[in-house]
């Protein structure tokens, strides 16, 4: 059984940073698409990132920002951000589907979620 779950959110001044982790158990990553997404208050989710064997895709708002990176013994996914935005305040997901290894961009490509974190941004 495929678990996800997510920590390392809080409170941050804008220009801070903080380091989010996914700790997976129930798969490995190498037949696992993973991605990160968030989901701010009276907003839709949306995509942040995500990893495929051809490297990492962000959305065009984090792109310089966030970095996407994996510890394969731990089976863990983190998303370290940097240089935080006050509209970077959401919710944060992590998210898998049993397949190959290729970058998925949209939610509905995903079959596991964690709970989410929340990550907030003061200005």
């Known amino acids: 059984q495929v678990q996800l779950v997510e920590s390392g959110g809080g409170l941050v001044q804008a220009g801070g940073s903080l380091r989010l982790s996914c700790a997976a158990s129930?798969?490995?990553?190498?037949?696992?698409?993973m991605g990160w997404f968030r989901q701010a208050p009276g907003k839709e989710r949306e995509f942040v990132g995500t990893r495929g064997w051809s490297g990492t895709y962000y959305a065009d708002s984090v792109k310089g920002r966030f970095t996407i990176s994996t510890d394969n013994a731990k089976i863990t996914l983190y998303l370290q951000m940097d240089s935080l935005k006050p509209e970077d305040t959401a919710v944060y997901y992590c998210?898998?589907?049993?397949?190959?290894?290729?970058?998925?961009?949209?939610?509905?490509?995903?079959?596991?979620w964690g709970q989410g974190t929340q990550v907030t941004v003061s200005s």
């Open positions: 998210a898998a589907k049993n397949g190959p290894r290729r970058p998925l961009l949209s939610e509905n490509e995903y079959d596991y």
């Open positions: 129930g798969l490995t990553f190498d037949y696992y698409a």
